[in-house]
């Protein structure tokens, strides 16, 4: 009789598949707490920055200003009342802080996660920050866009919209940064456990960890492919620190936009690896889930 | 050595009751197989020297040019053909399954099935009674019924596991007829009997076909496993059973062809073991072994981890349960039980044999067939005019391997099966089992009387 545990082993033969359906954005909401001079400029920023995404083709655009920016509870009222299919924003709106760091201000947050709607977060700084108008320069295009794919949810949007937010002739970098810190402590446990063959569990689990998110992203890549659509897949699973392995990347392969999943099932609060990078990376759009 | 009185004969008859209840009573007793034998045979050598009832001349192996061996008491009953046969055949099929070979027939029977349960249930089915056929029942119900258990959850059909768990339980019984290596009371009796391998392939091969496909048909009637006839369902099925990657099973390319080739080679082996030089006279157990050793060749390394791997307890039961028939022997025990097996017999050529079918049927179905296999084996083979070609032995395969149909603890891939649906949450009791599996039970043994009776 085999010792073997066959279950396992059928369980590993599943490969979570990935299947791509077009995505159509028809109504975009832009929301500013700017005059509505400086808010027209940041919605042709922003109409430039996303002018040759194809779910897009066909959007038309809202746009709040300052003047009817409502309190917070209003302003979720009003997007339940008539959804957007896309929110685009940018931090601190309306902030006394006068540059946007160790947080993504209120409206931000509660926008994220009270609305079921995805927010395109804009490094967009006031007109008096020194780095404004670099970072305006830098919206240019969606060439290289770049995904936090997770395996986990079994949630395809994330790929979805990073292959529809990519324009045609493009790249899309398919990542998922497997965190070693938190696999080392696993690894430390299990050291402390004499049933467990330490070098079994290492060598097994951090396979395992990483040929999952592999394989989603390389069912990924064939998918799109097999939809005719116009863009480079790439694919980079690895083991590392989040947080700096991800920096690492956006700079290194020179992305336009990051997309990733910023809802934590049971909770309230924005997912952790998505508020660390919507705090870190101020100087990238990041569309949140 | 004397002929034993009555009382001593009494005695052990007794001895042999009380093991055979406590392997029915295994689980409540908290012993495994192997332990409770064990002790039945220390008890029974212990009676045995002490009643005089051994013959000690036994003991003593003459090896030519005047030189001897003495052998200890306990060698020359256990049937070592046998225990090679096992020892060999599991250590094979245990590295042949880390090679990904079956598994990866299994997940590509399930891509074809197209998601259908009602295909589903024919490839599963047919896939059981292969594997019992040239693994064993119990690998063949791990592996099956691991795959029923996945594919089921990502089909979201876990209602049926009950009914496909149960069918393919009562399949490894029959697919268990297949061959003289698909179950243990086959490789006893067919040893007792001198039956070769391919006489006995071709003489089980039609009734395991008939009586596989009826149980699939019963089943899906029974458990209302229908075809898929919405397209969109289809769609879904299918894209759901294609998730399963076949290639994920596959560790190593040329472990996998080499494991490949070398089943085809073991299967062929023992087919023209009884034809072939030097190995005719080396015999099934040798080619068995030195298969199992050649595929722990992969392992060579850490083939300690392959050894400690194996069934020990299934190993050790065998050898302990040699002993303790061999002890009955001497005790004329077996010439008691006999007696009853002669009035059987002698009901006449048809009635006696079916009525022999049958009461093996019903003892294999509360107590091991292996002990009763072990001990009608004996007793055929010393009765007058039962030669290899007689019907009787025949009789008890059937009887002794589909008899485990009849109760979930009658077969230990049977045992196997409601282990697996007791771990998923389905209560299936004692009872239970029987009510759902009678109706198969029943059909199986009929037909086998039929096809024992009319056809061999």
Same mark, same amino acid.
């Given at each position: 009789m085999?010792?073997?545990?066959?279950?396992?082993?059928?369980?590993?033969?599943?490969?979570q598949?990935?299947s791509?359906?077009?995505l159509?954005?028809?109504?975009?909401?832009?929301?500013?707490?700017?005059?509505?001079?400086?808010?027209?400029?940041?919605?042709?920023?922003?109409?430039?920055?996303?002018?040759?995404?194809?779910?897009?083709?066909?959007?038309?655009?809202?746009?709040?200003?300052?003047?009817?920016?409502?309190?917070?509870?209003?302003?979720?009222?009003?997007?339940?009342?008539?959804?957007?299919?896309?929110i685009?924003t940018?931090?601190?709106?309306?902030?006394?802080?006068?540059?946007?760091? +160790?947080?993504?201000g209120?409206?931000?947050?509660?926008?994220?996660?009270?609305?079921?709607?995805?927010?395109?977060?804009?490094p967009?700084?006031?007109?008096?920050?020194?780095?404004?108008?670099?970072?305006?320069?830098?919206l240019? +295009?969606?060439?290289?866009?770049m995904?936090i794919?997770?395996?986990?949810?079994?949630?395809?949007r994330l790929?979805?919209?990073?292959?529809?937010?990519?324009?045609?002739?493009?790249t899309?970098?398919l990542?998922?940064?497997?965190?070693?810190? +938190?696999?080392?402590?696993?690894?430390?446990?299990?050291?402390k456990?004499?049933?467990i063959?330490d070098?079994?569990?290492?060598r097994?689990?951090?396979?395992?960890?990483?040929?999952?998110a592999r394989?989603?992203?390389?069912?990924?890549?064939?998918d799109?492919?097999?939809?005719?659509?116009?863009?480079?897949?790439?694919?980079?699973?690895?083991?590392?620190?989040?947080?700096?392995?991800?920096?690492?990347l956006?700079?290194?392969?020179?992305?336009?936009?990051?997309?990733?999943?910023?809802?934590?099932?049971?909770?309230?609060?924005?997912?952790?690896?998505?508020?660390?990078?919507?705090?870190?990376?101020?100087?990238?759009?990041?569309?949140?889930? | 050595?004397h002929?034993p009185?009555?009382?001593?004969?009494w005695i052990?008859?007794?001895?042999?009751?009380?093991?055979?209840?406590?392997l029915?009573?295994?689980?409540?007793?908290?012993?495994?197989?192997?332990?409770?034998?064990?002790?039945?045979?220390?008890?029974?050598?212990?009676?045995?020297?002490?009643?005089?009832? !051994?013959?000690?001349?036994?003991?003593?192996?003459?090896?030519?040019?005047?030189?001897?061996?003495?052998?200890?008491?306990?060698?020359p009953?256990?049937?070592?053909?046998?225990?090679?046969?096992?020892?060999?055949?599991s250590?094979?099929v245990?590295?042949?399954?880390?090679?990904?070979l079956? $598994?990866?027939?299994?997940?590509?029977?399930?891509?074809?099935s197209?998601?259908?349960?009602?295909?589903?249930?024919?490839?599963?089915?047919?896939?059981?009674?292969?594997?019992?056929?040239? !693994?064993?029942?119990?690998?063949?119900?791990?592996?099956?019924g691991?795959?029923?258990?996945? $594919?089921?959850e990502?089909?979201?059909?876990?209602?049926?596991?009950?009914?496909?768990?149960?069918?393919?339980?009562?399949?490894?019984?029959?697919?268990?007829?297949?061959?003289?290596?698909?179950?243990v009371?086959?490789?006893?009796?067919?040893?007792?009997?001198?039956?070769?391998?391919v006489?006995?392939?071709?003489?089980?091969?039609?009734?395991v076909v008939?009586?596989g496909?009826?149980?699939?048909?019963?089943?899906?009637?029974?458990?209302?496993?229908?075809?898929?006839?919405?397209?969109e369902?289809?769609r879904?099925a299918?894209?759901l059973?294609?998730?399963f990657?076949?290639a994920?099973?596959?560790?190593?390319?040329?472990?996998?062809?080499f494991?490949?080739?070398?089943?085809?080679?073991?299967? !062929?082996?023992?087919?023209?073991?009884?034809?072939?030089?030097i190995?005719?006279?080396?015999?099934?157990?040798?080619?068995?072994l030195?298969?199992?050793?050649?595929?722990?060749?992969?392992f060579?390394a $850490?083939?300690?981890?392959?050894?400690?791997?194996?069934?020990?307890?299934?190993?050790?039961?065998?050898?302990?349960?040699?002993?303790?028939v061999?002890?009955?022997?001497?005790?004329?025990v077996?010439?008691?039980?006999?007696?009853?097996?002669? &009035?059987l &017999?002698?009901?006449?050529?048809?009635?006696g044999?079916?009525?022999?079918?049958?009461?093996?049927? &019903?003892?294999?179905?509360?107590?091991?067939?292996?002990?009763?296999?072990?001990?009608l084996?004996?007793?055929?083979?010393s009765?007058?005019?039962?030669?290899s070609?007689?019907? !009787?032995?025949?009789?008890v395969i059937?009887?002794?391997?589909?008899?485990g149909?009849?109760?979930p603890i009658? $077969?230990?891939?049977?045992?196997?099966?409601?282990?697996?649906?007791?771990?998923?949450?389905?209560?299936?009791?004692?009872?239970?089992?029987?009510?759902?599996?009678l109706?198969?039970?029943?059909?199986?043994?009929a037909?086998?009387?039929v096809?024992?009776?009319?056809?061999?």
């Amino acid at each position: 009789m085999p010792s073997f545990d066959f279950e396992s082993q059928f369980r590993g033969t599943i490969r979570q598949g990935y299947s791509h359906e077009p995505l159509s954005i028809r109504d975009a909401l832009l929301i500013t707490d700017l005059l509505p001079a400086r808010a027209d400029e940041v919605l042709a920023t922003t109409r430039r920055f996303l002018g040759r995404v194809r779910a897009l083709d066909r959007a038309s655009w809202r746009v709040t200003t300052e003047g009817d920016l409502p309190i917070i509870p209003d302003l979720v009222a009003s997007i339940a009342a008539r959804p957007p299919d896309l929110i685009v924003t940018y931090r601190n709106l309306r902030d006394l802080t006068r540059l946007p760091r +160790n947080s993504l201000g209120v409206y931000l947050d509660t926008l994220t996660q009270a609305t079921a709607t995805p927010v395109l977060v804009l490094p967009v700084r006031r007109s008096d920050d020194p780095g404004a108008v670099e970072l305006k320069q830098r919206l240019v +295009n969606t060439d290289r866009v770049m995904v936090i794919t997770d395996h986990l949810t079994h949630d395809p949007r994330l790929i979805r919209y990073g292959a529809e937010f990519t324009e045609n002739g493009g790249t899309l970098t398919l990542t998922h940064i497997e965190d070693e810190a +938190n696999f080392e402590r696993l690894m430390t446990i299990i050291s402390k456990i004499p049933e467990i063959d330490d070098a079994l569990a290492r060598r097994t689990i951090g396979d395992r960890l990483l040929k999952e998110a592999r394989d989603l992203c390389e069912t990924a890549g064939d998918d799109l492919e097999a939809h005719d659509i116009d863009i480079r897949v790439e694919t980079y699973v690895a083991f590392g620190h989040t947080i700096p392995a991800y920096r690492e990347l956006l700079v290194t392969r020179e992305i336009d936009l990051l997309v990733a999943d910023s809802k934590a099932p049971d909770r309230f609060a924005m997912s952790d690896l998505a508020y660390a990078m919507a705090i870190e990376f101020i100087n990238i759009p990041i569309l949140l889930l | 050595m004397h002929h034993p009185d009555a009382t001593v004969t009494w005695i052990f008859a007794a001895l042999l009751a009380l093991m055979v209840v406590a392997l029915a009573m295994e689980e409540k007793l908290h012993a495994k197989k192997s332990i409770i034998t064990g002790v039945t045979a220390a008890i029974a050598l212990f009676l045995a020297d002490a009643f005089h009832i !051994l013959p000690l001349d036994r003991y003593t192996l003459n090896l030519g040019d005047g030189h001897i061996r003495e052998l200890p008491v306990y060698i020359p009953g256990i049937e070592w053909e046998v225990i090679a046969i096992i020892f060999g055949a599991s250590l094979f099929v245990d590295v042949t399954a880390k090679s990904g070979l079956f $598994s990866w027939i299994a997940v590509k029977l399930t891509r074809l099935s197209g998601g259908d349960p009602y295909w589903l249930l024919f490839y599963y089915g047919g896939m059981t009674i292969l594997f019992s056929a040239f !693994l064993n029942n119990v690998a063949a119900m791990l592996i099956v019924g691991s795959l029923t258990v996945v $594919s089921l959850e990502k089909l979201e059909r876990r209602k049926l596991l009950m009914p496909f768990l149960l069918i393919e339980g009562l399949l490894t019984n029959v697919g268990g007829l297949l061959t003289l290596i698909s179950s243990v009371p086959n490789i006893i009796v067919g040893k007792a009997a001198g039956i070769e391998f391919v006489v006995f392939f071709l003489k089980a091969a039609p009734f395991v076909v008939v009586a596989g496909v009826i149980t699939i048909l019963l089943g899906a009637r029974i458990f209302h496993v229908r075809r898929l006839t919405d397209p969109e369902e289809k769609r879904r099925a299918r894209a759901l059973v294609e998730s399963f990657n076949p290639a994920d099973t596959i560790t190593s390319r040329g472990f996998f062809a080499f494991s490949g080739i070398m089943f085809v080679a073991l299967v !062929l082996m023992l087919s023209l073991t009884g034809f072939l030089p030097i190995v005719k006279d080396l015999g099934m157990g040798y080619v068995a072994l030195v298969f199992g050793l050649v595929s722990a060749l992969r392992f060579k390394a $850490s083939v300690d981890k392959t050894y400690a791997a194996l069934d020990w307890d299934l190993l050790a039961f065998f050898g302990t349960l040699f002993i303790v028939v061999d002890v009955m022997e001497h005790a004329g025990v077996l010439g008691l039980i006999g007696q009853a097996i002669g &009035v059987l &017999v002698g009901l006449g050529d048809q009635l006696g044999a079916g009525s022999l079918l049958a009461a093996s049927a &019903v003892t294999s179905s509360v107590t091991d067939n292996i002990p009763l296999a072990a001990v009608l084996a004996n007793i055929l083979g010393s009765m007058d005019g039962v030669n290899s070609d007689s019907n !009787l032995w025949w009789c008890v395969i059937f009887g002794a391997n589909l008899g485990g149909n009849l109760t979930p603890i009658g $077969s230990a891939s049977t045992v196997v099966a409601v282990t697996i649906m007791h771990k998923h949450g389905i209560k299936l009791s004692f009872f239970g089992f029987v009510k759902a599996a009678l109706p198969f039970a029943a059909v199986q043994i009929a037909l086998a009387m039929v096809y024992v009776l009319v056809v061999l």
